[in-house]
């Protein structure tokens, strides 16, 4: 071990710590800053939670394509979707009742997933084509970011005015409609301790990409490995620690929102570190990794989808068939990108 690895292996752990508990309680709070709103707990998990707990990774991506690391940017944000795709199966195993997707039938879960699928999509175009720029920057980005904020309008737009339901069963977890105060809390309070705890999050994103890029260059391990499980899987710990809380918590329509709206809001990095990236389109500077990232992450919202869809009740080992299949699909794909590509 070099004398520049051992140090960046300390700040990578510490980075990943505090993102894993600072993260967890900036949630609690965005969740009760949404919850006197009254909004659902989908949409609470899609606009506050999961963007909340994606700055950690959304500075990360950024930090690292200002430096000039497209692959390690590129990476993170993919690789951290189909990470926190597969924490989905990981929070059903919680769930002893019923398959979660089964519980946790929402007409805004289905329509996030149908998004998230579009968003990707854009990217996938984008590869396409990835020599075109406008000022240096894809035209992918702006059309990525306008199609973001129209998601968000159609979302809440269907939380508002859903045109069908899904069928309640008597597993069905029902949404809490009901909305307490919290004690000693005011709404001022609560805003402070978000930024605060933001700011905290934020910070260990920017320590943890510098780590990330030591150890990568130390080890002579691709960026696209590094930023695609090492960050990514590190900057999603709080997504895995809120669905599973979340699940114990029968909070279950949340726990999926945050998952789903987190990776929607996790296409953004790619947009924010095209606009920062100065060697032109990012997109051209990618390699084969993102290539595989990006398609591994389409598979694993296509089989999501298909169970929200089905609500199979109970499956392998009282979860679904799509949670075992989103597990193998990222266990296999983590194994080919370090052991084939």
Not at 72 to 93: E, P, R
Not at 153 to 180: A, V
Not at 187 to 210: E, K, N
């Amino acid at each position: 071990m070099t004398d520049a690895l051992l140090p960046a292996v300390l700040v990578f752990a510490l980075a990943a710590m505090f993102i894993a508990v600072f993260g967890v309680r900036m949630t609690h709070v965005a969740g009760e800053l949404a919850r006197r709103t009254g909004m659902g707990e989908a949409i609470m998990g899609a606009l506050f939670i999961g963007a909340a707990t994606s700055l950690s990774g959304i500075t990360a991506s950024v930090t690292a394509a200002w430096s000039g690391h497209a692959s390690l940017a590129v990476s993170n944000s993919l690789g951290g979707i189909a990470a926190q795709t597969a924490f989905l199966a990981i929070a059903d195993f919680f769930y002893r009742r019923a398959n979660l997707e089964h519980a946790a039938a929402s007409v805004e879960n289905l329509m996030m997933t149908a998004f998230l699928i579009i968003l990707l999509s854009i990217h996938l175009v984008a590869l396409s084509v990835p020599q075109l720029s406008l000022l240096g920057v894809h035209p992918a980005t702006p059309v990525l970011i306008i199609t973001y904020l129209f998601g968000m309008w159609l979302l809440n737009r269907t939380h508002e005015m859903p045109m069908w339901y899904p069928k309640r069963t008597s597993d069905t977890r029902q949404e809490k409609t009901h909305s307490r105060r919290a004690r000693g809390a005011t709404l001022s309070g609560l805003w402070l301790r978000f930024v605060a705890l933001a700011a905290l999050v934020a910070t260990a994103g920017w320590f943890l990409t510098h780590a990330a890029v030591t150890i990568s260059r130390e080890t002579g391990l691709a960026e696209g490995v590094v930023g695609g499980i090492f960050i990514a899987v590190s900057t999603s710990l709080p997504e895995l620690v809120i669905a599973v809380t979340a699940v114990r918590m029968r909070a279950l329509t949340l726990a999926v929102g945050d998952i789903i709206g987190g990776n929607a809001f996790d296409t953004l990095f790619i947009a924010l570190s095209d606009i920062v990236y100065r060697e032109g389109s990012i997109y051209a500077a990618l390699s084969h990794y993102e290539t595989f990232w990006l398609a591994l992450t389409l598979l694993m919202c296509a089989v999501l989808i298909m169970g929200l869809i089905q609500r199979e009740r109970h499956g392998i080992g009282n979860i679904g068939l799509e949670s075992a299949t989103l597990i193998v699909l990222y266990l296999g794909g983590v194994g080919l990108i370090t052991l084939v590509l």
